[in-house]
């Protein structure tokens, strides 16, 4: 018992990023003023359509210091969008099958970005800066390419909501920046070439996408950048970027020299497929959440916690997660495969491009989702809802190591390397604890605690990130491109542009 104890208080605390509010400024004795409303911050919408939620997150960078705060979030479940009306097209759906129309899909965002703003008391014409679109509904497309009429859905219902088109699209120069951002941008001396935070995107020889939900990846690793300069970890390339919302997507990184001229990281990994789909079929079977579009979400939240389990029980538990994982496939996606997971996919032209295209399935494109249901009923009605979250933690945490372990035999995870986690299957309840663990015991590192990182929101702040990018605010004293322990490449990039 003792040493059980002890060893609990050793272990190292896995970095877990939440979003913090923006400090305030105090004024007397009265209450304070937000920060954002006094000093320069870059202040940008993120509008997310996923399978499970959407989101319009407003994130505020404060341009002297370079870190981004979260100002307010508004989250609606994507399930309550409205059903399509007479005359309207059904273009896609959500993996639980709600249908989806590009009149649908623009009242909602609409709806989500004018209410985020009014909670957050700002303007879209005077205090907004920038709004990035992204979505994780892929399910129901046949191809990567089928994305764009999605995203022009999203374009929609921004431009409904009042969102000027010039604050969706990068500037021509810095003259058409706004004057307050003009001293912070660098817009003059160097050029947006699409590499955001330091890395450029795949393209196959044909200049396809090789995966649907390829900009969701890009998000995320831009937002695990920015979140690990809230901790010690320093997340640059090259890395593993992994985002576990109900879809799965994420980026590997190059390592690039530290004097080589062109100073961007090459993309030479994608994720795709089914991540917390997974731990949403498990707890469907067991009747406490709406059988088809009932997620793990609405039963356990989206915090981590430390709160122990009972030893006793781990062996049981290790069978449940072992006859889940039976049914859960992880590999380089087969060149032949067009849908992964039921995310559309062009594998044969990410082999051909050297791009190791990783997928999570379940079955062949989410075949195998009742059986899970089933083992979940099992599990509550044998051993309640405490084995049933513990079950869950396992089994997510051991997807997360065995997409590391396909990059490992691979080569891709250099001693030099970082691995990061944003999305709700892999930073709620005990999973970033039990992903370390699984870090640890593959030697991969000296101090794996160093190398490893979960953020909370990486979306929104991979929004935020990009939208600096686009426009050029950099902070050369707190860079994120470039590789890990070294210098800021903005005199590199100054020379291209040159």
Known sequence: M??????????????????????????????????????????????????TTTKC????????????????????????????????????????????????????????????????????????????????????????????????????????????????????????LPPKLRAYSFADRVVFVGAVAGVLPPLGSTGVEMVANEMEGELAMAGIKEGAKWTPVDFRNPCISIDFGTTLDGRITSDVARDDPNPFARTIGNFC?????????????????????????????????????GGRKRSIVDEYVDRCHEHIDIRIVPPDRRKFGRVPVCADIAEKSGIALIGCDVGENGSDIPALGEIGREIHEKHGIGMLNEVIDRVCARMALRLVDVAI???????????????????????????????????????????LVFVDDGLARGAALMARCMNSLGKPKEPLGGVRGGPCIMSRRIKIGK
């Open 2 to 51: 003792c040493a059980r104890f002890l060893e609990r208080l050793l272990k190292p605390t896995p970095h877990i990023v939440q979003s913090p509010p923006p400090p305030s400024i105090m004024h007397g004795a009265g209450a304070g003023v937000p920060e954002y409303r006094v000093k320069p911050y870059f202040i940008v919408a993120s509008v997310e359509m996923g399978n």
């Open 409 to 451: 035999e691979r080569g891709m995870v250099p001693p030099n390397s970082s691995i990061g986690f944003t999305g709700r299957a892999a930073i709620s309840g005990r999973k970033p604890e039990y992903i370390l663990e699984g870090i640890m015991e593959r030697g991969l590192y000296e101090t794996p605690n160093d190398h």
């Open 57 to 176: 997150i407003l994130t505020g960078t404060n341009l002297e210091t370079g870190r981004t705060y979260i100002i307010n979030k508004t989250v609606t479940m994507s399930r309550d969008v409205r059903p399509p009306k007479p005359g309207e097209t059904i273009f896609g759906e959500t993996l639980d099958g709600t249908k989806l129309t590009r009149e649908s899909v623009t009242d909602l965002v609409r709806d989500t970005l004018l209410q985020s703003h009014k909670e957050a008391r700002l303007s879209i014409k005077d205090d907004l800066d920038f709004v990035v679109r992204s979505t994780g509904v892929v399910a129901a497309m046949d191809s990567p390419d089928q994305v764009g009429d999605f995203v022009i859905a999203l374009a929609n219902g921004c431009l409904a909501a009042g969102v000027p088109p010039r604050k969706m699209t990068p500037p021509m120069s810095i003259e058409n």
């Open 273 to 309: 497929g089914l991540a917390g789909a997974v731990p949403d079929a498990i707890v469907r079977g067991t009747g406490l959440v709406e059988g088809r579009t009932g997620t793990a979400l609405d039963l356990f939240g989206d915090h981590s916690v430390t709160a122990s389990f």
